[in-house]
């Protein structure tokens, strides 16, 4: 069973920051990408920020040079600071990962329960 933990949402001013942290636990063999989504109220959900094995790094036009994605392989842990945020980063962030859980199986799509940040103007 793999889960995907999140933690560090909340409340903050524009301007702000907040860092949000993923961990992957459970039976994980490989993970190749992991990153955020975020959902506002009635939006689709989209693609915030995503890192690769490798290292590639692949952000939303909208976050760029405020937003980092980082990774600690060894955690299986994905973290996202956010800095300079505005009233329209309000939304529920989702983490995502792409993994398979023994060599055998193929990789599949796991997604973590969400966590709200909310930016007040």
């Known amino acids: 069973q793999v889960q995907l933990v999140e933690s560090g949402g909340g409340l903050v001013q524009a301007g702000g920051s907040l860092r949000l942290s993923c961990a992957a636990s459970g039976s994980i063999f490989s993970i190749v990408v992991m990153g955020w989504y975020r959902q506002a109220p009635g939006k689709q959900r989209e693609m915030v920020a995503l890192?690769?094995?490798?290292?590639?790094?692949h952000y939303a036009d909208s976050v760029k040079g405020r937003f980092t994605i980082s990774r600690d392989n060894a955690k299986n842990t994905v973290y996202l600071q956010m800095n300079s945020l505005k009233p329209e980063d309000t939304a529920v962030y989702y983490c995502?990962?792409?993994?398979?859980?023994?060599?055998?199986?193929?990789?599949?799509?796991?997604w973590g329960q969400g966590t709200q940040v909310t930016v007040s103007s």
């Open positions: 995502h990962a792409n993994l398979k859980v023994a060599v055998t199986t193929p990789y599949g799509n796991y």
């Open positions: 890192t690769v094995n490798g290292g590639s790094t």
